[in-house]
């Protein structure tokens, strides 16, 4: 298994890992971006992703090709949301399956760091206070 | 004078207040083209804007074409 | 929760992570060892791990705790199976909730290391021929 | 003579052939009480192999005391 996808619903992170099981692997790491009830001192009530989905499903194709490509991984997937989410909602789910730990955890981080970087995804948080704005991942850490 | 479909996300499209739109623009590169929209819609400087022709990264001094399809991209926040 | 367990039942990766979620966390990086149908190119038809658990308990509960203190996360825990495991069974469970991403994934990759080399588990492969053997982590990789 | 509670696991459980053992024995280190065991057990070369002595990894010249609880640790294999 070897998708990028875009879900408007809630994700199901059950389903993903049980899609990316294979018994000639070890290792599986997974990485969950959730939705976080501040930022920095901020009270977050919901966010909004918006995608431009065509170039965002290539360009997250191209990176999971891009991990199996430069790590021994036999199943790379990565989930993301779209819409409006609430507090603890799942953003985004990455799942490597590899025979060893190394790679697993390499290609994992991998991922979701060019994801974030590459992807045309783009978050509007609505704070507590009633103010809302878009923000980004250069100004965010 | 050529016809582009562009579509707009995230602050763009609240300062555009719709999704796309078909422009007829005498524009001979992207960049030339977001400065003639942000003068409609004021949208904010191009700053660390990126632009994407036919759903591929592109310099914004690429030419357009007739048909080209136009996003500009705000810089990113997915996971 | 920050746990270190032993159970001699299949593992339930879904509630493990439910136990883990915090609204105040934005990153969830989560390790699982299966049992591969292989080791190097011999066929391998089941496991059994073997456990000290009294100290296992005690050394796992430690390793966890390093974690806590080392990087910057919320949440650790980690669960390991003993008994006899059938190829694609869970063997390990390590989740590690965090505000950022990078905390999460270091220490998630730091518990099961240590895990991997100080708690007291053995194991012991069936192999397709009949034959069988107790092997450890300095031989294998 | 002292009497030490030993239990054990992997490999050295099937050469034993029980689980655990109270021994009476005249050993005053761990690295002795091995010994003796192997000697009834035909268990393995001491090579890579660690003690905890109630349930501490150990020195194996620590001196054992009545009623301590001693493990053999084989090369462990988790995760």
Redesign the interface.
């Known amino acids: 298994m070897s998708d990028f996808l875009f879900s408007h619903d809630l994700l199901d992170?059950?389903s993903y890992?049980q899609a990316q099981?294979?018994?000639?692997?070890?290792?599986?790491?997974?990485?969950?971006?959730?939705?976080?009830?501040?930022n920095d001192d901020r009270p977050v009530i919901r966010l909004e992703?918006?995608?431009?989905e065509?170039?965002g499903i290539?360009e997250g194709q191209r990176v999971l090709d891009e991990a199996l490509e430069q790590f021994e991984v036999s199943g790379v997937s990565c989930i993301?949301r779209t819409g409006t989410l609430e507090?603890?909602d799942l953003?985004?789910w990455v799942g490597v399956?590899a025979?060893?730990?190394d790679a697993?955890?390499s290609a994992?981080?991998y991922i979701?760091d060019e994801?974030?970087?590459?992807?045309?995804?783009?978050?509007?948080e609505h704070y507590a206070d009633g103010d809302s704005g878009?923000?980004?991942?250069?100004?965010?850490? | 004078m050529i016809s582009v479909d562009v579509?707009f996300?995230?602050?763009l499209?609240e300062h555009a207040g719709r999704e796309r739109e078909k422009v007829e623009t005498n524009a001979d590169t992207a960049a030339e083209l977001y400065s003639e929209l942000a003068d409609r819609y004021a949208f904010p400087d191009i700053g660390?804007m990126k632009v994407?022709i036919n759903?591929?990264f592109s310099d914004w001094e690429s030419r357009l074409s007739d048909g080209d399809s136009v996003?500009f991209?705000?810089?990113?926040?997915?996971?």
Not at chain 1, 22 to 34: L, P
Not at chain 1, 134 to 141: D, L
């Open positions: 992170p059950a890992r099981t294979d018994s000639a692997c070890g290792g599986f790491v997974c990485f969950e971006g959730w939705v976080r009830n501040h992703y918006q995608a431009y065509k170039m290539r993301h507090i603890g953003a985004v399956s025979h060893h730990r697993a955890f994992c981080r979701i994801i974030k970087l590459r992807v045309p995804i783009w978050k509007k878009w923000i980004n991942n250069e100004q965010a850490k | 579509e996300f995230a602050m499209r660390r994407a759903q591929e996003v991209i705000p810089p990113v926040a997915g996971g």
